[in-house]
């Protein structure tokens, strides 16, 4: 079964077409960039995808279901997590309070049962700190469980991130500029990473990365948006030497 399908999705704020016709789809496993100069679209596509809008024409189907119409909350139900350009976190609360909060719309025990303290309720939270402590361990973070996540360095601060989306047991997660203020070393670092995350989850990661090295080097394909249309898809050796996409980005005529 298919994993994402955007089926000639444009969306129009007013006169302004943010994306116009786009159609593309993501393997259950695919490890997929989303490129394009400032102002293409590209996070205009996150936000269709993740239900902050709905698209003006088109259908966005994921395992074969239209979701098109789900609110943010219910199509991460279905599977789909996604990060944010600007690092979202918490300000005060403990890495580990950070990765608590995915998992609540998930827990059986609720008001009563946490009131109460109930034994299920002892045993859930018990399960759900076991997972949260896999995840910080497979990202390197243990050490960091019980400081504040803003505290953090800037490229550790990203990853808490990351693991915050991936609690939520993603089937499709999206990650918008997750490379945005790293270092070199934390670029490299988070390549493996991205890599790891595919392979050991089994998930289809979708990525925006204006760092084209880290791009080329981790996707397996990549899209291409201009003022909104998609230009070009295809490998990275494809785009790295598609005209269309050279004269996106450096606004001249290629020969």
């Known amino acids: 079964m298919t994993g994402l399908e955007l089926q000639h999705v444009t969306m129009r704020f007013g006169g302004l077409t943010a994306v116009g016709d786009l159609n593309a789809v993501i393997e259950p496993t695919g490890l997929v960039g989303l ?20 698209p003006t024409q088109g259908d966005v189907k994921f395992l074969g279901k239209s979701i098109k119409s789900l609110k943010p909350n219910e199509i991460n139900q279905h599977g789909i997590s996604r990060t944010f350009q600007n690092i979202r976190l918490f300000r005060g609360m403990s890495v580990f309070d950070n990765i608590r909060v995915s998992y609540a719309p998930r827990t059986n025990n609720k008001i009563i049962g946490s009131l109460l303290r109930m034994g299920g309720f ?13 995840l910080l361990e497979f ?9 504040q996540a803003i505290s953090l ?24 500029e997750p490379a945005a203020g790293m270092n070199p070393t934390e670029k490299v670092n988070l390549m493996k990473l991205i890599r790891q995350l595919r392979d050991e989850f089994k998930i289809a990661i979708l990525l925006i990365e204006h760092d084209m090295s880290l791009v080329m080097g981790v996707c397996e394909q990549i ?20 005209k269309h996409v050279i004269e996106a980005y450096l606004g001249e005529v290629v020969e």
Do not use: C, W
Request: charged content about 30%; cysteine-free.
């Open 122 to 134: 002892y045993k859930e939270e018990k399960e759900v700190a076991m997972k949260i402590d896999r």
């Open 223 to 242: 899209m291409v948006l201009d003022y909104g249309v998609k230009i070009a898809e295809g490998t990275p050796k494809q785009i790295s030497e598609n």
């Open 35 to 54: 490129i394009g100069p400032n102002g293409a679209g590209k996070t205009t596509v996150f936000n269709v995808i993740t239900g902050v809008y709905s």
């Open 153 to 176: 360095p800037y490229g550790d601060q990203r990853r808490v991130e990351i693991i915050r989306a991936l609690a939520t047991s993603p089937k499709l997660l999206l990650l918008d």
């Open 139 to 147: 990202f390197n973070l243990s050490h960091t469980r019980d400081e």
